[in-house]
């Protein structure tokens, strides 16, 4: 069982198609919360605004015992669903498999398409209140690499990028210099495996060590049981 503090549910049916996919985002939450499916046997379109406040129970299946907090460390539906209210990566990406801004703004690439210089979001902060910065992105993907902590994604980086890549330009610029031209890039580190860790949080074993930029922060974790979240009041988006 789950729980979302911070939402409050007016259409079922809506919640049931968004459930139905390959991971529950913050923005497709705050659809079916706000009611904007249709009403239910009228054919209109429902003119609800969002309200903050509620709670979302939800039932999700694909648990298993040995699930982890860190989002580098995800491989079931429901690993998917809680990373993904709790971290953000510098990228996502669409149902076109397009790379979309996040925690970056934009990105330039290189002519030998051999490096990449991510312009990071202004003002956003972690759960915890401290700020985001480029420290924290380049941490996340040097402990990424590090074998010891068993991330699926360094297998696919290794090949085209060795931690003296990561390069600091300053507080809102990261450059990443690849061993080799690698033009998916901004879509593999997109999503919930390259989702942003706070410098210094791994290994990211309790609930107060899981610190993101997303809209929910942990209240309880149980693998295979049970997780609880609460919404991040440092949260960056204001529509959400």
Partial sequence: MASLEGLTV?????FLKVAGGAAVTAASLSAFAC???EDEGSGQQSKLEPKRGGVLLMTVGHAVSNEKLDP?????????IYSSQVFEGLTNYDTDFNPVPVL?????????????????????????????????AAYTFKTVLDPELGS???????????????????DLTLRIDLKSPFAELPVLIGGVPGGIVKEGSRPITSVDKAIGTGAF????????????????????????
């Fill in 10 to 14: 007016q259409s079922r049916r809506t």
């Fill in 35 to 37: 009611g904007d499916d």
């Fill in 72 to 80: 580098a460390l995800q491989a079931a539906q429901n690993d998917w």
């Fill in 104 to 136: 970056a703004t934009k990105w330039e690439v290189s002519d030998d398409v051999k490096s990449y210089t991510f312009h990071l979001r202004e003002g956003v902060k972690f759960s915890d209140g401290s700020p985001f910065t480029a420290k924290d």
């Fill in 152 to 170: 699926q994604l360094a297998g696919t980086l290794a090949p085209f990028l060795d931690p003296t890549g990561l390069h600091v330009v300053d």
């Fill in 217 to 240: 922060k942990f209240k309880s974790f149980k693998p295979g049981q049970s997780w609880e979240m609460t919404r991040n009041e440092f949260y960056w988006d204001s529509k959400l």
